[in-house]
């Protein structure tokens, strides 16, 4: 059984489209986070969900709109797709928001921008 | 803020040899220090952390590293590597208080060969 998992697992799109990437968690964990892991591998959080709330919110362009319908799910939708979105963009969840908890990682969504 | 500085990154080694990558970090109040492995087209998973107690903490498959206060490192060590441990190691901190909100460093390809 996959613990976080995340769909599409490749998206190759053109500039100006809107797509979205969705991340689901069977852990039963209460929180979830987006990150973006650039072409250098550097990772950076985007967001962090704890019960459906958003808890963390970095400087994100306003064009990338998370959402939680439930504990076990975290979307990501991206409007006007960028060039410079282009990046590998991985949930995680951890069992409480916590600041000593062990985050799981999902396989990660290949996004190309053309 | 907190930053994490890994200066190596890549580190060849054959197998079975000893291997070190270097982990600093910077930080005006205490930090909770964790090492994530990320193997080939797959997300994070945790390799070890530090949390309080014993600066010396280990990891299941051989892997250790050392919390040194003075000289803000967190190094993570393996007496002898294998094939298997060829991957991307990402040292991450935690700031511990509020929200959990890992800053990671830039990432260190170890290469191992045969």
């Known amino acids: 059984d996959t613990a976080v998992s995340q769909t599409p697992k490749y998206l190759v799109t053109q500039m100006g489209n809107d797509k979205s990437i969705k991340c689901e968690q069977n852990?039963?964990?209460?929180?979830m986070y987006w990150y973006k892991q650039d072409s250098k591998k550097f990772l950076k959080i985007m967001f962090s969900?704890?019960?459906?709330?958003?808890?963390i919110n970095e400087t994100v362009p306003n064009r990338f709109s998370p959402k939680s319908p439930d504990k076990a799910h975290l979307n990501l939708h991206i409007n006007s797709l960028e060039l410079g979105d282009s990046a590998v963009y991985f949930c995680?969840?951890?069992?409480?928001?916590?600041?000593?908890?062990?985050?799981?990682f999902g396989p990660g969504t290949r996004l190309l921008v053309l | 803020a907190q930053s994490v500085t890994q200066l190596d990154s890549q580190v060849p080694v054959f197998e079975e040899a000893p291997v070190e990558l270097r982990c600093n970090y910077s930080?005006?109040?205490?930090?909770?220090l964790f090492w994530y492995v990320q193997y080939p087209n797959q997300g994070l998973q945790l390799l070890l952390k530090?949390?309080?107690?014993?600066?010396l903490v280990e990891s299941i498959n051989g892997f250790e590293a050392e919390f040194n206060k003075s000289q803000t490192s967190f190094h993570l060590r393996k007496p002898s590597v294998h094939i298997s441990d060829t991957a991307e190691y990402f040292c991450?901190?935690?700031?511990?208080?509020?929200?959990?909100?890992?800053?990671f460093g830039t990432g260190t390809r170890l290469l191992v060969s045969p």
């Open positions: 995680a969840s951890s069992q409480e928001a916590r600041y000593q908890e062990t985050q799981y």
């Open positions: 969900y704890n019960n459906k709330e958003l808890i």
């Open positions: 991450a901190v935690s700031v511990p208080r509020g929200f959990q909100k890992l800053v």
């Open positions: 852990l039963g964990h209460d929180t």
């Open positions: 530090y949390l309080s107690g014993s600066t």
């Open positions: 930080s005006s109040v205490s930090v909770y």
